[in-house]
């Protein structure tokens, strides 16, 4: 597992750019075995429980990925992706900033 934080300005509305993330993002996530955990009008929160059981806590496989949407004025928005998840995961989500 590997923390990250990917951080990304996008030139449409958050209610566009959470949509699009949900749409986008969301579905990969899911198509990866990750589920929905929360969400809200500013956020969405994806949680996927590892196949492994690990006998220190802080050692589990579980991962977690949050996206949260701030209004940037002129019709952009600031997403940022953070969480702990496989490398190949993490890798992909760096890639949003360029």
Same mark, same amino acid.
């Given at each position: 597992?590997?923390?990250?934080?990917? +951080?990304?300005?996008? !030139?449409?509305?958050?209610?566009?750019?959470? #949509?699009?993330?949900?749409?986008?993002?969301?579905?990969?996530?899911?198509?990866? /075995?990750? +589920? &929905? #955990? +929360?969400?809200?009008?500013? #956020?969405?929160?994806?949680?996927?429980?590892?196949?492994? $059981? $690990? !006998?220190?806590?802080?050692?589990?496989?579980?991962? %977690?990925?949050?996206? %949260?949407?701030?209004?940037? /004025?002129?019709? &952009? %928005?600031?997403?940022?992706?953070?969480?702990?998840?496989?490398?190949?995961?993490?890798?992909?989500?760096?890639?949003?900033?360029?």
């Amino acid at each position: 597992m590997r923390d990250f934080r990917t +951080e990304v300005i996008v !030139p449409r509305s958050v209610a566009d750019t959470r #949509a699009l993330a949900l749409e986008k993002l969301g579905s990969s996530l899911e198509d990866s /075995g990750y +589920e &929905r #955990a +929360e969400e809200s009008a500013t #956020a969405l929160t994806y949680h996927r429980k590892s196949a492994f $059981w $690990w !006998p220190v806590n802080r050692l589990s496989g579980d991962s %977690t990925i949050r996206m %949260t949407f701030e209004d940037q /004025g002129g019709g &952009r %928005t600031r997403m940022v992706v953070a969480g702990n998840a496989p490398r190949s995961i993490a890798r992909e989500f760096g890639k949003l900033e360029g």
